[in-house]
């Protein structure tokens, strides 16, 4: 993952404060499958009582390893997690940026995540 790129996409969030938009940083693409770091606003959090730029009312910036394919026609946050065909399970990778000390961190976790899945490929 390219740290500049994925730090702009979040500055753009932050800057636009659009609650209803979405950003990807498409990672590779794989038998029709667009694997891309993919964040947004999301909804469903606790008030923030010490908001900060990653934070808004009960919105947080939060991030996912995901894939879309040609099933899916929207672009928001609903792209689709990993997970192993013979066992069912999820590798679900979504988290908020609240959670970090720093941007660095975040991403740290999410290109780690795409290291495992890269790895199933």
Known sequence: MNLADIKE??????????LGETRWHVLKT???KTYALVMAWQDG???AENPNEYQYDTYRICGKVAYNDSS??????????PYDEETGEVNDTE??????EDI??????????????????
């Open 45 to 47: 959090f606790e008030k």
């Open 9 to 18: 996409m979040i500055s753009q969030l932050v800057k636009n404060r659009d």
């Open 30 to 32: 794989v038998d029709g």
């Open 104 to 121: 660095s961190s975040a991403i740290a976790y999410w290109d780690k995540c795409w290291d495992e899945i890269k790895e199933t490929l």
């Open 95 to 100: 988290c908020s940026l609240e959670g970090y």
């Open 72 to 81: 899916m026609k929207e672009y928001d946050m609903d792209w689709l997690m």
